[in-house]
């Protein structure tokens, strides 16, 4: 039995960090979070929750305040380069039972979180050394000081400190894709989450509530380009659907090449990692935070449970490990087509593309 008076840090205040600081609250422990940013950062982006988001969310009891915000998205649509539909999948029937698929923005999505850690996040607090032994981990923080922790949770992100500190890997290698995000207010009308499939390049546009549309737009390659808005009208440039209109009212892009991660194990002592720490991908299924809401249900539980904190984290590992393995190779699947000639992809999506896509997310259907 793990007593509840063990000293959990949980290192990142990202959705994972957030979500795991919640989870061990609602089990009974109760875990410090350090946050290496001095305040959370406002984001204007956007994020899409399919349905295995929710029901995790709904797990820590967040999907009520949730529900008020951004837009429940029914169904996605995939459209040729010149905006003629290949195929659509129903996200309500697909989802039934399990959640509703919404798309919201990522500060908002942040301020649910927050207000649900429970207890307070030590901004502008950076974890500099972890220290893996055998009772115990010790970890010093930028500022010098030195504490002693029963558990250290690395929710740290794709480029994850802890992770290279506690020697469970290195940095992520590039996935493949440059992404670019923006917010548009206004634009042209669209319902549903809609892709526009090119050539080794794709732009994604759903609304996010409050009249905005949240767009999300990739292309093949490694190099950030210096004008992101320049380049994203350059290459979308030709596309048909919603594309012209939302370049036109489009007036700020972010854009970063993606990362992917598969380590060896997630654990290190008591030293454990969930989230983009464990095992980032390309965010072509939007699984990211569903994934890490999972982690961190999984995990509390999994300490809840066991007899040691050990074997919790065996236990953790052993349950989450299949499901990432799965996002991560149907994000290859997925992202292998986009380097298909559309002569050949597009004919096969017209007859059995929605079935396709929908099967991506077969075994998210079960439960964590
Ligand atoms: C372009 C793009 C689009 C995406 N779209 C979607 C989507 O639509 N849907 C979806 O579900 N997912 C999406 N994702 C993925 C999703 O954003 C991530 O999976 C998710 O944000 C991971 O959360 P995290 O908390 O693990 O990591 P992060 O969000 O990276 O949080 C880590 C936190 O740890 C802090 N930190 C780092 N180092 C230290 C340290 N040494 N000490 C203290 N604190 C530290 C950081 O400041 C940060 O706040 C997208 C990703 C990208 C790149």
Avoid at 28 to 41: I, Q, S, Y
Avoid at 122 to 133: A, D, F, I, K
Avoid at 192 to 207: K, N
Avoid at 279 to 305: I, K
Wanted: proline letters at 7%; one cysteine or more.
């Amino acid at each position: 039995m793990i007593q509840s008076t063990l000293r959990v840090l949980v290192v990142g205040a990202g959705i994972a960090g957030l979500a795991a600081a919640r989870a061990l609250r609602l089990a009974g422990f109760r875990p410090e979070v350090v946050e290496r940013l001095p305040a959370p950062m406002p984001s204007v982006e956007g994020i899409f929750l399919p349905g295995n988001a929710d029901r995790a969310l709904r797990h820590l009891e967040l999907d009520g305040p949730l529900r008020r915000l951004g837009q429940v998205i029914e169904r996605q649509r995939f459209l040729d380069v010149s905006g003629r539909q290949l195929c659509e999948v129903d996200l309500g029937g697909l989802w039934a039972g399990v959640g509703d698929c919404r798309a919201l923005s990522r500060s908002d999505l942040h301020e649910v979180l927050l207000d649900g850690a429970g207890g307070p996040v030590r901004h502008g607090v950076e974890v500099y050394e972890v220290r893996p032994g055998r009772y115990g981990v010790s970890v010093v923080f930028a500022d010098g000081a030195e504490e002693t922790y029963d558990l250290v949770v690395g929710a740290d992100g794709p480029r994850s400190a802890v992770r290279t500190l506690a020697a469970l890997g290195g940095p992520p290698r590039l996935a493949g894709q440059v992404a670019y995000r923006g917010v548009v207010d206004g634009g042209p009308e669209v319902r549903d989450w809609v892709a526009v499939l090119g050539q080794r390049a794709g732009f994604l546009v759903m609304p996010m509530g409050g009249g905005r549309l949240y767009c999300y737009a990739d292309e093949s390659g490694t190099e950030v380009p210096a004008d992101p808005l320049a380049r994203l009208r350059e290459l979308f440039a030709g596309y048909g659907g919603p594309v012209p209109g939302v370049l036109d009212a489009l007036r700020d892009v972010r854009v970063a090449p993606t990362d992917e991660l598969d380590l060896g194990r997630w654990s290190h002592g008591r030293v454990v990692l969930v989230g983009d720490a464990a095992h980032a991908t390309a965010p072509t299924l939007s699984q990211g935070a569903a994934m890490a809401v999972e982690d961190a249900v999984v995990l509390a539980a999994a300490l809840r449970a066991g007899e040691s904190v050990e074997e919790a984290l065996r236990a953790y590992e052993v349950r989450r490990r299949p499901r990432a393995k799965w996002v991560r190779d149907r994000t290859h699947d997925r992202d292998r087509t986009r380097n298909v000639p559309p002569a050949l992809r597009d004919p096969v999506l017209r007859g059995r593309g929605g079935r396709i896509f929908q099967q991506h997310y077969r075994l998210l259907l079960e439960p964590a």
